[in-house]
């Protein structure tokens, strides 16, 4: 059975930082693409970034690019996401997923995490 689990979400005031981890188990880790994606209150799911097999790939949305950091170690079947200089519109529940098909599209991703929360304050 696959699951992915995330942890490291809270209340941040804004400026502030978080670091979320999703360890993976019973999957081939190193097998599949790790995504993040949030989604706040009545909106879609919003892709955020993702990382390559390997982890010399990434790839950005623009909302987040130069603020957060993907990175994951294959060792220990864990992603990260390093989330810098928060802002109070980054609340939003985030999920990590994985895929065997590179890309944005929340359909293209297999597995998904339950999400923590991140709840930035003004």
Known sequence: QVRLVESG??????????RLSCAASGLTFSSYTMGWFR???????????GIRRSGANTYYAD????RFTISRD?????????????????TAVYYCAATRTPGEVPQHYNYWGQGTQVTVSS
């Open 63 to 66: 909302s987040v690019k130069g």
């Open 9 to 18: 979400g809270g209340l941040v005031q804004a400026g502030g930082s978080l």
């Open 39 to 49: 989604q706040a209150p009545g909106k879609e799911r919003e892709f955020l970034v």
């Open 74 to 90: 294959n060792a220990k079947n864990t992603v990260y996401l390093q989330m810098n200089s928060l802002k109070p519109e980054d």
